[in-house]
């Protein structure tokens, strides 16, 4: 009886080793490649940029020197002429500075004076020492009457104070913006485009613009109208100034909104095109892997086109339409 069983577990085991070996046999081998079918799609390279809403016309105000704000003359919204002032620096210290500047040069040129009249017994050098004290007498109160005459904001164009950020006994800060005069209601599009951007974007191509304070929805054409000659460099990042004019004009619109905005630089449509990660570079040339099976695959040059946004790149020449292309190894 014991033999039987015996006998019995050794036909079962045999057999399933068997099927196993014959599963195994039979099953398609696991792929090696992760592969993607070559299509045709439309590439775009597009500068993206924030920016925000000016008035085409204005003027940002800062203090050229650094003090105590004593008067601040204009309120927002107030209308203002050009050379109007704005705001001023207390003063009272450069002004305590001139009264000594010009004592001392009073001084001066009466020990000038003195050293001409007994030039015979003196010499040249005595003679030109009092001069050249005299001169810098002079110079000191240039100085200080030009900083007296800098503590002062002066709006240089006719328009209307927009923006004001600055009260009286603060402390005012060189270059930083305490306001703003607007000229005209026509409201424009303003961005800081790095400079490896820059190049790429040129006078009448067509933008589109989101802002934050309206849904994504709302969708506003604008066109490239001006791009400052020189640079812009903030914290070490260099960028240029560019304007957009905007086709829509909507009520909903304010000065000071931010805004996001898009310019389509260059476009290939109906194109084949690659995702980048199929792509090697080597030696100056590109190549990509064909594999039709996901077993086995063969190197291929190509020759690229534009790159996109979209993660994908054109190709020219090397490759055909449902080709498909090794994207990556299977872990």
Do not use: C
């Amino acid at each position: 009886m014991k033999k039987k069983s015996k006998i019995v577990w050794i036909v079962i085991l045999t057999a399933a080793v068997a099927g196993s070996v014959a599963w195994f046999s039979t099953r398609p081998p696991k792929a090696l490649y992760e592969t993607e079918k070559v299509s045709r799609a439309t590439v775009a390279q597009t500068v993206s940029v924030t920016g925000e809403l000016v008035p085409k016309t204005y003027a940002d105000l800062s203090f050229s020197g650094m003090g105590t704000v004593g008067k601040v003359l204009v309120s927002r919204g107030d209308t203002v002429n050009a050379g109007q002032t704005i705001a001023t620096l207390d003063t009272s210290v450069l002004r305590s500075q001139l009264a000594d500047a010009n004592i001392s040069l009073a001084i001066a040129v009466e020990n000038e004076k003195l050293a001409r009249r007994n030039r015979r017994i003196l010499k040249k050098e005595e003679v030109a020492a009092k001069k050249l004290a005299t001169e810098q007498a002079r110079q000191q109160i240039r100085i200080i009457a030009t900083q007296i005459a800098e503590s002062a904001v002066v709006s240089p164009i006719d328009g209307i104070v927009t923006k004001l950020d600055v009260r009286e006994g603060e402390t005012a800060a060189v270059g930083s913006v305490i306001g703003r005069i607007s000229r005209g209601k026509e409201l424009i599009l303003e961005a800081r485009v790095p400079e490896a951007d820059v190049v790429k974007l040129k006078t009448g191509m067509s933008s589109s613009a989101t802002f934050d304070a309206l849904t994504k929805d709302d969708i506003f054409h604008a066109t490239v109208y001006e791009i400052e000659p020189s640079s812009t460099v903030v914290q070490d990042v260099v960028s240029y100034v560019t304007r957009f004019s905007l086709t829509d004009v909507d009520p909903r619109l304010r000065e000071g909104m931010s805004a996001t905005i898009d310019t389509v630089t260059a476009k290939s449509e109906n194109v084949l095109a690659v995702p980048f990660r199929a792509v090697t570079r080597e030696g100056g040339k590109a190549f990509v892997d064909l594999s039709s099976d996901g077993l086995a695959s063969e190197r291929h040059e190509v020759v690229l086109g534009l790159e996109g946004d979209e993660g994908m790149i054109e190709v020219k020449s090397g490759l055909s339409e449902g080709d498909s292309v090794v994207t990556a190894k299977v872990k």
